[in-house]
């Protein structure tokens, strides 16, 4: 067991190596899923038979040693020099390969059913949703709200609640579902939504927004222009840069993208069923829904609605819109 746990040990230490120094395309979800299947394994073994099997073995050290001492009084001698507690402590001792397997099972589960079912940490890594989320925001994003679903397969057990335009989601990267992406919902199924001239319609409805102070931006270090926009529910701030034209360059070939009219006005879309359009708030610095299509269900992961911390910027910490 010594030599095939060193091999599993070894595999999952070597997986996460290539995949921090981008030998490979990592997916935590499937490693932390087969970490809790691993570690459960070994769990199950050492409660049912190594732990019973090093009992046995101390209590009948346990045994021999009252026998032996009761041999040696009848010949006279009542002082033995041994130590059974000592003995008995290296007897029952989870060796390492225990110790590294079924004594960090009950971490990892909780760690993955709170993963998995919960809160999900993310890192904003892109400025493509400022003036809400900087990058550096340490997030939480709630997995239950839009309805659970199993880990890895992404399949939905429980409905939840749709997502409401305005939501800040997070899902998995259409063109490529290995990746990650946060964006605002701005149109839901049967939406048409239409950013044209950098302004924003939805079913016809100009969505109004108010101009506010503008923002400094300190790692261009320069100033956009600043809205407040209401969609649904949530008020929120916005970005608009001047500077950028209002046509979409270099959208991507994607599903439904004969629901979308381009122009060099900016583009109108028919959201389909089962399908969300999402944009970031910096709208003129998003790689959004405008380039590379619908969102589908499957592909949503949860909604994020708290900074946990920004370790440039302790104000940042809070809940937001």
């Known amino acids: 067991m010594q030599v095939l746990t060193s091999i599993i040990l070894a595999a999952f230490v070597g997986y996460t190596g290539a995949w921090y120094f981008g030998l490979l395309e990592g997916n935590f979800a499937l490693l932390l899923f087969l970490a809790t299947v691993v570690t459960g394994a070994y769990w199950l073994t050492e409660r049912f038979y190594f732990l019973p099997g090093r009992q046995k073995a101390a209590a009948l050290l346990q045994a021999q040693t009252v026998q032996r001492r009761e041999e040696l009084g009848k010949m006279g001698i009542s002082r033995v020099d041994d130590n059974i507690t000592e003995a008995s402590r290296r007897l029952l001792a989870q060796p390492w390969w225990l110790d590294w397997t079924a004594g960090l099972f009950p971490v990892i589960l909780a760690v ?19 003036p809400t989320l900087h990058i550096g925001d340490l997030i939480l994003v709630n997995k239950f709200r839009y309805g659970l679903r199993l ?44 950013y044209l001239n950098k302004r924003l319609t939805i079913n016809g409805e100009v969505i109004q927004t108010v101009a506010v102070p503008e923002f400094f931006d300190e790692d261009m270090m320069r100033y956009f222009k600043q809205y407040e926009e209401t969609l649904g529910s949530h008020k929120h701030r916005l970005l608009v840069d001047d500077d950028r034209p209002a046509f979409v360059s270099g959208a991507d070939d994607f599903a439904f993208k004969q629901n979308c009219r381009y122009s060099v006005e900016g583009v109108v879309c028919k959201v389909p069923p089962g399908q969300y359009f999402m944009m970031g708030d910096n709208r003129d610095n998003s790689l959004d829904s405008r380039y590379w299509g619908f969102v589908p269900d499957a592909n949503i992961v949860g909604q994020a609605f708290f900074i946990w911390m920004n370790f440039s910027s302790l104000k940042r910490i809070g809940s937001f819109n």
């Open 151 to 194: 880990p890895v397969i992404n399949t939905k057990i429980t409905e939840g609640r749709a997502p409401q335009r305005g939501d800040v989601m997070v899902f998995r990267y259409p063109p490529k579902p290995s990746l990650d992406y946060i964006k605002r919902v701005v149109g839901v199924p049967g939406d048409e939504v239409a």
């Open 112 to 130: 993955f059913f709170l993963r998995s079912f919960l809160f999900e940490p993310f890192k904003i890594p892109s400025g493509s949703m400022i």
